[in-house]
């Protein structure tokens, strides 16, 4: 292992880059992950783990079974180590894996897909992952306009989701032709006058589509849709939090 002794050195500066710029996680295909949790998912998923920094005098089985399977590990003292943390309250260890890679070819015999139009808080989109991984749920589609599935606060509120679900990233046309062709109906949730509860129709294979926390789904998005369904609310409240509204239609589409 490597102790890091100045902010200058290569693998911490490479670290903090992927937590805070996406055009570097691109060029890269790596992710930034933190905390124990996270890498022994990580290893447990089957991972391939890059750069592996441990804060100076933590040990454990996982830095041993990481190096083994071919990544850099490093230490540093907490002043250096905070630095390539994306949180205020670090955990013991930081990594960098490289990320998954799910194409078109993994919508192929999915029967339940969710798809997510334009969803921009890192923070939703962790949580509909975590819940769709959760309740084994086929895939998610990403459109245009969503958050980087793989920055830092959405890798952390998947809770290592992120390494086992499809999580497909695609044009919402080319999407829905896809899984059209596959003869799936699909959905879209809006308010409209045309609207039917979502238990009017059935789910057990079908995709639907969830929109942006301030638009909800798009016009294109709506006119492409076979149908538009609302989550009844006997309630005063208008609407439903996007990941909220997610995890109900991922709930019902899967019970």
Known sequence: ???????????????????????????TGEMLCEGEKMIEEALR????LKTVLARRGWESEMLREAESRGAALYCAEDALFRLASEVE?????????MQPQWDAAALD???????????????????????AEAFALGAVVLC??????????VVRSTMGAVFRLPCVQLPLKEALDLLKTAGLPV??????????????????????????????????ALCLSD?????????????LNAGVAAAIVIYEMTK
Not at 119 to 131: E, H, K, S, V
């Open 1 to 27: 292992m490597i102790e890091i002794q100045s902010r200058q050195n290569a693998a911490l500066k490479h670290l903090t880059r992927l937590g805070r710029e996406r055009k570097y996680r691109r060029s």
């Open 45 to 48: 998923s089957g991972a391939v």
């Open 89 to 97: 309250s670090p955990q013991n260890v930081i990594f960098s894996c």
């Open 109 to 131: 015999g999915k029967e339940q897909v969710l798809l997510l139009d334009g969803l921009q808080d890192p923070g939703n989109l962790g949580t509909i992952l975590r819940t």
């Open 144 to 153: 245009e306009g969503c958050a980087d599935p793989f920055s830092p606060k």
């Open 187 to 220: 959905y879209a949730t809006a308010l409209h006058e045309d609207s039917v509860p979502l238990s009017a129709v059935s789910l057990s294979r079908a995709a639907v589509i969830i929109g942006s926390e301030g638009r909800g789904v798009s016009d294109p």
């Open 227 to 239: 149908k538009r369904v609302i989550i009844p609310m006997r309630g005063r409240a208008e609407s």
